[in-house]
């Protein structure tokens, strides 16, 4: 979804119009993640941009275009572009060990 919304509309009040656009947001969220997922694919991902023109849209995490709209909206622009690009999400597995985590193979023999 590629999508500029407007934030103000003739006869709606600006917070009505700007939980539309957020409706209509984590509605398409939802629309994708409900789709089949190919062989060899976990999970739908997403590539999202949020911004006031498409030239100016910044990479946003999926968690945070909600918040990056609501930011928009506080900062009086009459519109907001949004874009949402499915991609396919394949989980890796971390080892333990490679995280930095305590060794489960220390002495547990010492007190800490």
């Known amino acids: 979804m590629k999508k500029n919304f ?7 009040h600006p917070d009505r119009v700007l939980e539309a656009v957020k ?5 398409y969220f939802k629309r994708e993640r409900n ?7 976990d999970f739908w991902d997403f590539d999202c941009k949020v911004g006031l023109t498409a030239d100016t849209a910044e990479v946003v995490r999926v968690s945070g275009v909600i918040e990056a709209v609501d930011a928009a909206a506080k900062t009086g622009a009459t519109a907001v572009y949004v874009e949402i690009l499915s991609k396919h999400g394949v989980r890796v597995l971390r080892n333990h060990l490679d995280e930095g985590g305590p060794d489960m ?8």
Not at 23 to 27: D, S
Not at 35 to 41: E, H, M
Not at 105 to 112: N, R, V
């Open 6 to 12: 407007p934030l103000q509309a003739e006869g709606k």
């Open 23 to 27: 409706h209509e947001i984590r509605k």
């Open 35 to 41: 789709r089949d997922v190919p062989k060899g694919v």
């Open 105 to 112: 193979g220390d002495d547990l023999s010492e007190p800490h």
